[in-house]
C-alpha cells in the first residue's frame, strides 16, 4: 500500500509538472509583444520547454522573430490579435537547416520544422514575413547577376500528422509554405496573402504525400498551390477542395520540378477566378510519371490561359540546389521523357479576359516519340476574346523540349481554342469554346495527334 502511494505521488508530482510546462504564459519568459524588440530567444525557450502533447501560445500582441524552430508532439497557437513578425534582418535567420534545391533556392525561413510528428500550428494569429523589396532584394548586384538572399516563411521537412489550421500567413519574402517529404498533411481554413516580393508561392509540396487542403484563401503573387518533385519520391494523393486560389501566375501548377512526379491528385469546388499567366498547368519536363489527375467544378472568371498539359524533356535531375533556366536555347540535362497520362477535367466554367494573345488558349502538348495519353474533358464551357489574325492562324509553334515549361512562352497559338500536339485518346465531351469577337484561327488545331474524339 505504502508503495502504491509513493507511485500515485510520483504520477501527480509529474502530471503537474507538465500541466504547469504547458500552461507557463508569455509573460514567464518575458515576452514584450511591442513589434519592436527580437524576440526569437524567448519564444524558442517556450517551444523548447513545451512538453508532449503541450501548446505553446501566444497572446495578442506583436512579437519580432528569427527563424523559430518547431518540435512534434505540440501546438504553436497564435491567439487572435497575435502577429508574429519576420525580423528584417537576414543575419537573424538560421542557416543550421535544410534549404531548397529548386529555385530560388533560399536556405532561410521564419518557421521550421524537421523530422517532427503531429504537430499542429493553429490560431486565428498571423504569421507576417515582411518580405518586401526593400527589405530583401530580388537582387544584390544585376550587373554580376547575384540573386538577392530572401527568407521563406515556413518549411517543414520529413514531417508527418501535420495541421495548418485557420492560420493567417502573408508577406513571405519568397515561397509561402514549403513542404518537403512530408507526409498527412492537412491544411483547412487557411488564409494566404503573399505578394510581397518575387517567388510568392502559396502551398509548395515537395515529394509529399496524403496532403488535404481545403477551405483555404490564397492570394498569392506566383503560383497558388504548387506540387513539385525534386527527388525520385512521387508527390501522390493530394486533394484540394472548396479553396479560393488567385495569382499573378497559376492558381494550381504541378511540375516545375518533376523528377518523380505526381500520382492521384484531386482539385474539387474550388474558384480560380482572377488569375493571370495560366490557371491550371499539369507538367512534367524532369522524366516524373504525372497520372490520374481529376479535376472538376472549378470557376474562372476574368483569366488567362485556362490549362496547360505539356510533357517535355528538360530532364533536370535536381542533384544540387539549381536556379531555373527561361531562355530559348537550352538542352536536356540528362533525365529522360516521362509519362503524361489520365487525367479528367469537367464542369468548368471559365471566361479568359486578358490582352496579352499569347497568353490565352488551351495547349496540350508532349514531344516528338512521347505522347500525352489518355485526356477528357467533359462538360465545359470557356469564353475566349477572339481577335486572332491569319498571321497568327499562320504560326508553327517550336518543339523547345527543353525549355522551362510556361505556355505563353511558346507565343500567340494558331488556334484561338485548343491547340493539341503530340497526343493520343484525347476527347472533348461536351465541350463549348466560344469566341466573343471574330478570330481568323481555327477552334481546334490538331498536329501528330491519334485517337481524338469530340462527342
Known sequence: MRDRKKVLG?????MAALLAASCRTAPDYGLKGDGKTLETAAIQAMIDACPPGGTVKIPAGEYVVGTLKLKGGMTFHLEEGAVLLGSTNLADYARDIQGAIEAPAFDECLLYAEN??????SGKGVVDGRGYKEHFPEWISREDNVLGDRPMLIRFVGCRNLTLNEVTLKNAASWCTHMVDCEDVVARGVTIDSQANKNNDGFDLDGCKNVL??????FSGDDSICPKSTTTRITENITVRNCRAKSHTAAFKCGTSSRGGFRNITIADCDFSG???GVIKLLSVDGGLLENINISNIRMDDVEGPLFIRLGGRGRIYDRPTEQVYGEEVKSEGAPPGVVRHIRISNIRA?????????NGIMISGIPGHCIE???LKDVEIS????GTAADAAREIAEDAARYPEQFFFGVLPSWGAYIRHAKNVTFDNVRLTSRTPDAR????????EGFVEK
Open 442 to 449: 481555327e477552334r481546334l488545331v490538331l498536329v501528330d495527334t
Open 10 to 14: 510520483f504520477v501527480v508530482v509529474v
Open 384 to 387: 475566349f476574346p477572339g481577335g
Open 213 to 218: 487542403i481545403e477551405y483555404c484563401t490564397i
Open 374 to 376: 489518355d485526356v477528357v
Open 275 to 277: 488569375t493571370r499567366m
Open 116 to 121: 517532427a510528428t503531429n504537430l499542429t500550428l
Open 351 to 359: 471566361t479568359v479576359k486578358g490582352d496579352i494573345p499569347k497568353r
